[in-house]
């Protein structure tokens, strides 16, 4: 069922709240796992929190780090294929709880 016929697809996002005094070097992202949004990829209706699959590391020729994910609905259907630094990309941690938000809205 695509999403123009079904305008309640979800997809799995969650509450995030930092740690005091994190910085990017604290942070160590594995391929084929899942990490979080930090912030809204508008051209994909993705928001901060959203949960992403890594599927592949990239660096540019000025050494900036990035990433290709994967997001996948509720359900399992995939919803977006893009690239983002890994600046925009934190770990899931075991003290959060998943949740569902529509992506109508």
Do not use: W
């Not at 930090?38 to 540019?60: M, N, Q, T, Y």
């Not at 997001?71 to 630094?85: E, H, L, R």
């Amino acid at each position: 069922m695509s999403k123009e016929s079904n305008p309640d697809i979800r997809v799995l996002v969650q509450v995030r709240y930092a740690y005091t005094g994190q910085t990017e070097r604290d942070i160590t992202l594995e391929l084929y796992t899942d990490a979080v949004l930090k912030s809204d990829v508008p051209e994909h209706r993705l928001k901060r929190g959203d949960i992403v699959k890594l599927v592949d590391r990239h660096v540019a020729p000025d050494g900036t780090e990035g990433y290709s994910i994967e997001v996948f609905n509720a359900v399992g259907d995939t919803i977006a294929v893009t690239v983002v630094p890994a600046t925009a990309l934190e770990p899931l941690r075991e003290d959060e709880i998943l949740c569902a938000r529509s992506m109508n809205g």
